[in-house]
């Protein structure tokens, strides 16, 4: 077929995608999928674990693009405290972003697969002894498919996240939830090794917090280590509100579960550090080296009375949902998978249950 007069044909890879295009990365995408899940850009930061104003540039900047591209935008405002409006062309988009990153996860992880039998897996620090030990149980197994395996330390509050990148294929360690069934963990597999509260660790005497429990109400009379970013602070987040720094007395501002206990330590700061229930055990049991002193911190069960659906800490193993049902009983996950589930029964066999967390060392994630 001869060209028609006058008219070029594009070159390949360029004038058939508009630059406009071009420029949307797949971070915007995941953030579009993020804006779609909570309803509100305040909703998307804070499952991005990044700022309401990062999140709304990019969702004005989405909007700007696609508005011209398609002739309407992806959302629309509907007032403060309000969740935004989808489009149909929003909605319509968002799907595409959601099979977009979901094959190019898959193209990845084929690419990955292909090259050689490499697996990789997280922790936090205080599940790390509960993964090697189960790891024991699959190493001769690992070295006869010729399995290289990858070990990782993983933030808490960057545990769900270094599997939905495809970075990781298994992690263990905690994350907050709530009591029944979570949609938000819809997307994972997990193993469960229990469920708790929280509690204060302190170096006050008794006169200024005597214990054995303590009202979330009665925080905001205490100072208190208060981390910057992570599962604690979704915790106060949850209890107080986005202003929680406003309304608590902040004797100290931590990174590191560590460093808040360095601090309670020297007696540098004279206050309280909240933890998860299975870290409050570990000091109270005198198993963790870097919370020894004398006199010892004291440990005190925080009750939550702050209303609502009510917080919880599960610690376990994750990994994608419907990934080890696609991979063959002697796939690395699936025998790494079962290798965490003899772990945890030996342990419950020897009186550990759920109940008190997964030995050895400090029995959940901080």
Request: proline share 6%; glycine share 12%; aromatic share 4%.
């Given at each position: 077929?001869?060209?028609?007069?006058?008219?070029?044909t594009?070159?390949?890879g360029?004038?058939?995608?508009?630059?406009?295009?071009?420029?949307?990365?797949?971070?915007?995408?995941?953030?579009?999928l993020?804006?779609?899940?909570?309803?509100?850009?305040?909703?998307?930061?804070?499952?991005?674990?990044?700022?309401?104003?990062?999140?709304?540039?990019?969702?004005?900047?989405?909007?700007?693009?696609?508005?011209?591209?398609?002739?309407?935008?992806?959302?629309?405002?509907?007032?403060?405290?309000?969740?935004?409006?989808?489009?149909?062309t929003?909605?319509?988009?968002?799907?595409?972003?959601?099979?977009?990153?979901?094959?190019?996860?898959?193209?990845?992880?084929?690419?990955?697969r292909?090259?050689?039998?490499?697996?990789?897996?997280?922790?936090?620090?205080?599940?790390?002894?509960y993964?090697?030990?189960?790891?024991?149980?699959?190493?001769?197994?690992?070295?006869q498919?010729?399995?290289?395996?990858?070990?990782?330390?993983?933030r808490?509050?960057?545990?769900?996240?270094?599997?939905?990148?495809?970075?990781?294929?298994?992690?263990?360690g905690?994350?907050?939830?709530?009591?029944?069934?979570?949609?938000?963990?819809?997307?994972?597999e997990?193993?469960?090794?229990?469920?708790?509260?929280?509690?204060?660790?302190?170096?006050?005497?008794?006169?200024?917090?005597?214990?054995?429990?303590?009202?979330?109400?009665?925080?905001?009379?205490?100072?208190?280590?208060?981390?910057?970013?992570?599962?604690?602070?979704?915790?106060?987040r949850?209890?107080?509100?986005?202003?929680?720094?406003?309304?608590?007395?902040?004797?100290?501002?931590i990174?590191?579960?560590?460093?808040?206990?360095?601090?309670?330590?020297?007696?540098?700061?004279?206050?309280?550090?909240?933890?998860t229930?299975?870290?409050?055990?570990?000091?109270?049991?005198?198993?963790?080296?870097?919370?020894?002193t004398?006199?010892p911190?004291?440990?005190?069960?925080?009750?939550?009375?702050?209303?609502?659906?009510?917080?919880?800490?599960?610690?376990?193993?994750?990994?994608?949902?419907?990934?080890?049902?696609g991979?063959?009983?002697?796939?690395?996950?699936?025998?790494?998978?079962?290798?965490?589930?003899?772990?945890?029964?030996?342990?419950?066999?020897?009186?550990?249950?759920?109940?008190?967390?997964?030995?050895?060392?400090?029995?959940?994630?901080?």
């Amino acid at each position: 077929m001869q060209p028609v007069q006058g008219h070029r044909t594009p070159a390949p890879g360029r004038a058939r995608y508009p630059a406009a295009l071009l420029d949307t990365t797949m971070d915007q995408l995941r953030t579009l999928l993020a804006v779609r899940e909570a309803g509100t850009a305040l909703g998307a930061a804070r499952l991005l674990g990044r700022g309401q104003a990062s999140v709304q540039k990019q969702l004005d900047t989405m909007n700007r693009t696609y508005g011209a591209l398609c002739g309407e935008p992806l959302v629309v405002g509907q007032g403060r405290g309000e969740k935004v409006r989808f489009t149909p062309t929003g909605a319509s988009l968002a799907e595409l972003a959601r099979s977009t990153l979901a094959d190019w996860l898959a193209g990845i992880d084929g690419c990955r697969r292909r090259q050689d039998i490499r697996f990789a897996v997280g922790s936090t620090r205080y599940t790390l002894g509960y993964l090697l030990n189960a790891v024991d149980h699959v190493t001769d197994a690992f070295a006869q498919q010729g399995v290289r395996l990858k070990v990782a330390h993983v933030r808490t509050a960057d545990l769900l996240r270094s599997l939905d990148t495809g970075g990781l294929d298994l992690v263990c360690g905690s994350v907050l939830t709530t009591p029944g069934p979570d949609p938000r963990l819809d997307g994972y597999e997990v193993l469960e090794w229990r469920r708790s509260g929280l509690s204060l660790v302190t170096n006050l005497p008794v006169g200024a917090l005597s214990g054995p429990r303590l009202a979330v109400r009665e925080l905001p009379r205490l100072p208190l280590a208060v981390p910057s970013s992570g599962l604690i602070a979704d915790v106060l987040r949850g209890w107080f509100g986005g202003r929680y720094r406003q309304r608590l007395r902040t004797a100290a501002e931590i990174d590191t579960l560590h460093y808040g206990l360095q601090l309670l330590t020297s007696r540098v700061v004279r206050g309280a550090l909240l933890v998860t229930r299975g870290i409050g055990e570990a000091i109270a049991d005198r198993r963790m080296p870097e919370a020894e002193t004398t006199p010892p911190l004291r440990v005190v069960e925080v009750v939550d009375d702050a209303g609502g659906p009510g917080l919880e800490v599960l610690v376990g193993a994750f990994t994608r949902r419907g990934e080890r049902a696609g991979c063959a009983a002697a796939h690395p996950l699936n025998l790494l998978w079962e290798g965490l589930l003899r772990e945890h029964a030996r342990h419950r066999r020897a009186g550990v249950s759920a109940a008190t967390g997964p030995p050895p060392g400090p029995r959940a994630d901080g």
